[in-house]
């Protein structure tokens, strides 16, 4: 369902009303889809980055979404593995799309 990384740093939330449009659970987080790889931090410090058999809908706050192609990486991580976030556009995440396909093709033609 998804990979949880433990020791993060505790992220700072404003505190907000409630509202209609934010479900039950927390007035700060508006319910809303979770795309494959999206990354949630439910207690605010230990993200979690949800797989192919992730939930449909979320009520924690969504950090953002790991690219496509560190997916399968993300899923093979031994317990306890370092591992840092980093930021990336648009096209840069096309572009390990792409190189990953690639391999993955190479790898396919390479194997009888």
Do not use: W
């Not at 992220?11 to 409630?18: A, D, I, T």
């Not at 949800?50 to 924690?60: K, N, P, T």
């Amino acid at each position: 369902m998804g990979c949880r990384f433990k020791s993060g740093r505790q992220l700072g939330f404003v505190p907000r009303e409630k509202s209609y449009s934010t479900g039950f659970q927390s007035p700060d987080i508006t319910d809303g889809c979770c795309p494959y790889g999206s990354t949630q931090v439910p207690n605010g410090a230990e993200p979690i980055v949800l797989h192919r058999d992730a939930v449909s809908d979320g009520d924690y706050f969504m950090l953002g979404a790991a690219v496509s192609a560190d997916m399968d990486l993300i899923g093979q991580l031994q317990p306890n593995t370092p591992t840092r976030f980093v930021k990336v556009e648009m096209d840069a995440a096309l572009s390990a799309r792409k190189d990953r396909s690639a391999m993955l093709d190479r790898i396919r033609e390479a194997t009888p």
